[in-house]
């Protein structure tokens, strides 16, 4: 009998453990996005060339454990039992195929926070997103949420934490954020920066400095800092006086892109004024806790994407560009394709469409793209 | 176009659209047209890719009411 893999337990051999992967899906649809990590091996092979026979590929698997993935699921059962049959042990298939994989978040935790408390990472490693629930005297935040709010919903219960607040740091245009749904559904108030709100179809609280939000009795502060550049809005928020979450302004390896509401070139200086002054005025101690990475490098030996505000200054090349002729070209020119029907889930956030689940599903199939790099 | 035969995969999903594809163009001769019903989104890149690499042509292919519609000639 081949044997289901759930997205949990490939998620752990990505961090940390080995896997080889026979990938079924088509060619583009395996060059625009595959599970990767340190130790897997992957092969790709669709599956509508193996409808006659596996002979062919069973010299370049392993003679046991093998994954076969697929994009839903029903074609890496067919492909996984005829590796079985061809005489191959432990042959696996990922459950829910890709989509689950995108969908699977894993909680890490980061740190404690000073008067009691502390702030969890869910790692969306499938997409490359981060989402952060910070918690305090059973209460919690939580900030750019994914879509599938069951994660946190199931998090919150298990440690009888009441979800108070939904921020959202932009507008995204990669990932439907699902702030709104789960402030609606617990009775938490959600939180928008106003100038990305401006042709949102729904009421929401503004997002701007000044407003600290708190939660539980010991005061944990979460402070927006307005540093626009990915999109008008963006607001960056330091929880506790020791985290900064950079939104899509900054990640560990590259920076964000301004172009993805269509307005580069206009927001070419926020974006340098934001890094280069904003950020550069920060206590460089805080841990950088950023909404995406690209490649599965930037994770540590626990899943979590963290860094301090100084490492980056000396090691990330987006903070170190002199010029801002060449920070302009280095943010506007040669940009990796745009994240997967990005106008539509913009849309989306803003309320104006409402496609139904599967739709959503769809469109939030591929990397997040939100980086100037890949 | 003249259509020799039409297979209706509505309803399946991946992998039996292929499949049966597959077997349906095994029973035609070469320079027949096949014509493919699906309501299985990924069946658009992979009909596409599975003809290219298995020699026949992909002629057209459109989207009404959710239904996709393929016409591929056998190599």
Redesign the interface.
């Known amino acids: 009998m081949v044997k289901a893999l759930t997205a949990k337990t490939i998620a752990k051999h990505v961090v940390d453990g080995k896997l080889f992967i026979l990938d079924v899906r ?4 395996f060059k625009n996005w595959k599970i990767e990590g340190k130790g897997i091996k992957t092969i790709n092979r ?4 193996l ?1 006659d026979g596996v002979e062919d590929i069973l010299e370049q698997l392993p003679k046991e454990e093998v994954l076969v993935v ?3 699921e ?2 890496s059962v ?1 492909v996984a039992e005829m590796l079985e049959e061809a005489g191959i042990n432990d042959v696996y298939y990922l459950e829910g195929g890709m989509k689950a994989w995108s969908e699977y978040l894993m909680p890490v935790k980061i740190g404690d926070l000073k008067d009691g408390g502390s702030i969890y990472q869910f790692n969306r490693i499938g997409k490359g997103c981060l989402s952060y629930l910070v918690e305090s005297n059973g209460e919690a935040a939580i900030i750019d949420s994914a879509r599938t709010v069951e994660a946190y919903e199931d998090f919150a219960k298990e440690n009888h934490l009441e979800i108070k607040h939904m921020i959202d740091t932009h507008l995204h245009a990669d990932h439907i954020s699902g702030g709104r749904r789960l402030a609606e559904k617990t009775n938490a108030t959600y939180w928008l920066p106003p100038k990305d709100a401006e042709e949102v179809t729904f009421s929401y609280e503004a997002l701007e400095e000044g407003k600290d939000i708190t939660i539980g009795h010991t005061k944990i502060e979460i402070q927006p800092l307005y540093t626009p550049g990915h999109t008008i809005g963006s607001t960056s928020m330091i929880v506790d006086g020791q985290y900064l979450l950079s939104g899509d302004i900054l990640f560990v390896d590259s920076i964000g892109r301004p172009d993805l509401a269509g307005k580069a070139e206009d927001w070419v200086s926020d974006l340098r004024d934001s890094l280069y002054n904003k950020y550069n005025n920060l206590s460089k101690d805080l841990v950088v806790l950023p909404a995406h990475f690209g490649k599965i490098s930037e994770l540590d030996e626990k899943g979590a994407v963290q860094a301090s505000l100084g490492e980056l200054f000396e090691k990330n090349e987006g903070l170190n560009i002199e010029s801002d002729d060449e920070f302009r070209r280095a943010v506007t020119e040669n940009l990796p394709p745009q994240p997967n029907a990005y106008q539509e889930i913009r849309q989306t956030n803003m309320g104006k469409i409402d496609p139904s689940s599967d739709e959503q599903r ?1 469109m939030e199939i591929g990397p997040n793209r939100c980086a100037i790099t890949e | 176009m003249n259509v020799k035969q039409t297979l209706d995969t509505k309803g399946l ?4 659209p ?2 049966k594809t ?1 077997k349906a163009m095994d029973g035609l001769a070469s320079g027949d047209i096949l014509e493919v019903l699906a309501t299985d ?2 069946a658009v ?2 009909l596409s ?2 003809s290219k ?2 020699g026949h042509e992909l002629l057209d292919h459109k989207e009404e009411d959710g239904v996709f519609k393929f016409w591929i000639k056998k190599g």
């Open positions: 088509n060619e583009s649809d669709p599956y509508f060339d409808i697929c994009a839903k029903g074609s067919m769809e | 999903s991946c992998p039996m292929i499949v597959k989104k990924g890149n992979d890719a599975w690499s298995s």
